[in-house]
């Protein structure tokens, strides 16, 4: 059974420093792992997918990389401000045939001006 | 072109009462996948619909069940409602067989007392 664990549960950092994110997965074969951000009381928001194929995927200040093969996906923000404040979240899908994604249990982020 | 849309927003219902939430996907996608998030974790999986079928299931008694409409809506329907089916719903849209990522509703936030 995959399971997907995110440390730390919170963080907090000043405004302009780099923000690293870490996602963990116990099983390998997975089809690919998204990045998604979440404001209080509101839907996801897919920021980053990565493929099992690829190494690495980047979207402005928003960096993500992936190793299968040690279950570990990093994601980096860079130059943080106020409005990055959120919950992230990372999801792996299993296989290309379904959608179910298996969550982490997110890293709360306040930056702070 | 809106996205995925729910409804209703919140709710509030006492235990043993029976809810139905309702999801429409966003425009040119076929599959819908429901997830529960409780508060301060990250989303579960409940099930996906595609082609009028629930074609997955996670971990989620029979209390829960679906439908998905020729218009490829759904509705999730939870019977004799519990204390712990508190949490937020979101229903996410996405293209059968395809690579992108799922899109979320912004959910509903049922209250349970």
């Known amino acids: 059974k995959q399971e997907v664990t995110q440390i730390p549960a919170a963080l907090s950092v000043p405004e302009g420093e780099n923000l690293v994110l870490n996602c963990s997965f116990t099983d390998s074969a997975i089809y690919n792992l998204q990045w998604f951000r979440q404001d209080p009381g509101k839907g996801l928001t897919s920021l980053l997918l990565?493929?099992?194929?690829?190494r690495e995927q980047t979207s402005g200040r928003l960096n993500a990389s992936l190793d299968k093969s040690s279950g570990r996906s990093t994601l980096y923000i860079a130059a943080s401000q106020p409005g990055d404040s959120a919950t992230y979240l990372c999801a792996v899908r299993p296989t290309a045939a379904g959608n179910k994604l298996t969550f982490g249990g997110g890293t709360r982020v306040l930056v702070k001006p | 072109d809106a996205g995925v849309t729910q409804s209703p927003t919140h709710l509030i219902k006492t235990r043993g009462q029976q809810v139905t939430l309702r999801c429409s996907p966003k425009s040119g996608h076929d599959t819908v996948s429901w997830y529960q998030q409780a508060l301060g974790q990250g989303p579960q999986f409940i099930f996906q619909?595609?082609?009028?079928?629930?074609?997955q299931r996670g971990n989620f008694p029979d209390r829960f069940s679906g439908h998905q409409f020729p218009n490829y809506s759904s509705e999730l329907n939870v019977n004799a409602l519990l204390l712990g089916d508190s949490a937020l719903y979101l229903c996410?849209?996405?293209?059968?067989?395809?690579?992108?990522?799922?899109?979320f509703g912004p959910g509903t936030r049922l209250l349970v007392l």
């Open positions: 996410a849209s996405s293209l059968a067989g395809g690579r992108e990522t799922q899109y």
């Open positions: 619909y595609y082609e009028e079928e629930e074609r």
């Open positions: 990565i493929q099992s194929s690829q």
